[in-house]
């Protein structure tokens, strides 16, 4: 109860009144953000060493899917927690999400990113002093996984971002690091990339109008076969990445 009252005590001055938090806003999103992001490649080496990615063409349509499927299974974590970014709601939407990544390889990437951005998140954000509570809070309770989603959802929501502006930047991100990935892996040129980026951003806008502002109740796995292949990523003899 004494730390419910904490965060509810530790109220901050609306986003939109202050420019300090546009700032912040912007800086979520920047790659420099040590949270650890580019350490993963949403099965993207696996696919390649099983041979599902060959080449650019390939690579396009499988991070479309990626894309539809951070839209159908993430989406809706994001959102509820940017709607209501409190202690409680946290928790519950991260015991959810754990219950529903079966997927062990990429339910350590989900808990690693969280974790890197939540501990990112109150040291950068001290605007923000309800994000250093409830981490202090919940680190080391056996309550909360730390996963991804959620975690980006409690910044945006504090930040001050609306649903949508949320939702979009998640999209983002999974678009930057994908195309992070590839671009390491030799798959793609950096030039090749940024000009490749740009050209499924359509795609991802297009994905995000389908399965935004939905509750958690409806997310769902969209893409079963890159569930597979992310699951082979700790298989795999020689690896760049974690995952």
């Known amino acids: 109860m004494e730390g419910k009252k904490e965060i509810d005590g530790a109220q901050e001055k609306p986003a939109s009144t202050s420019f300090s938090l546009h700032w912040s806003q912007w800086q979520l999103i920047d790659s420099i953000l040590p949270t650890g992001g580019f350490a993963h490649s ?3 080496e696996a696919a390649i060493q099983a041979r599902v990615i060959l080449n650019p063409e390939d690579f396009q349509t499988y991070v479309i899917h990626v894309l539809e ?3 159908s299974l993430l989406l809706p974590y994001v959102y509820s927690a940017a709607m209501c970014p409190d202690l409680d709601n946290w928790r519950k939407l991260d015991r959810m999400l754990d219950a529903t990544l079966t997927n062990e390889v990429s339910r350590k990437a989900s808990v690693s990113q969280g974790l890197a951005l ?3 998140a109150a040291a ?3 605007e923000i002093p309800s994000l250093k509570i409830m981490r202090e809070m919940s680190l080391g309770s056996g309550i909360v996984a730390f996963h991804h989603a959620p975690v980006f ?3 945006c929501g504090l930040l001050g971002m609306d649903s949508e502006t949320s939702q979009r930047a ?3 991100i999974t678009l930057r690091d994908a195309f992070s990935a590839a671009t390491r892996l030799n798959l793609v040129g950096p030039l090749g ?4 980026q740009h050209q499924v951003s359509i795609a991802a806008e297009t994905m995000l109008k389908r399965w935004m502002n939905r509750e958690v109740e409806d997310a769902c796995q969209t893409a079963p076969l890159l569930d597979t292949l992310q699951g082979c990523h700790g298989y795999l003899f020689s690896r760049l990445f974690c995952s």
């Open 69 to 71: 499927n951070t839209g």
């Open 153 to 155: 959802g409690i910044v």
């Open 193 to 196: 990339a940024a000009v490749l």
């Open 42 to 44: 949403f099965g993207i």
């Open 170 to 172: 998640y999209m983002f």
């Open 118 to 120: 939540m501990r990112v």
């Open 124 to 126: 950068v954000f001290t």
